[in-house]
């Protein structure tokens, strides 16, 4: 079995649109923020993404909260 390590991982929005760093994305479904009585509505629009080595996460700030990751499964590509 090959195994390459320069391998990019593709991550991917809900709607299966690829992202990268830097995108901007919305919220699909309103958000419960840990550790804060915060919640990320509907329809919030995010910027300037950073992506992790894990598919299923991303890093970014929004509405005033910094170091917020959150799963793909909830955005969408803007």
């Known amino acids: 079995m090959n195994t ?3 391998e990019e991982i593709v991550i991917k929005d809900a709607f299966g ?3 990268a760093n830097g995108d901007s994305v919305m ?3 309103d958000l419960k923020v ?3 009585s915060a ?3 509907k329809g919030t629009k995010i ?3 950073h992506l992790t080595d894990d598919e299923e996460l991303i890093e970014c ?3 005033g909260m ?3 990751v959150l799963r793909v499964e909830f955005l969408k590509k803007a």
Do not use: M, Q
């Open 66 to 68: 910094k170091g917020l």
């Open 17 to 19: 649109n690829i992202l």
């Open 27 to 29: 919220v699909v479904k």
């Open 61 to 63: 700030n929004a509405d």
């Open 4 to 6: 390459d390590e320069n």
């Open 39 to 41: 919640t990320l509505k």
């Open 34 to 36: 840990k550790g804060t």
């Open 47 to 49: 910027k300037n993404i």
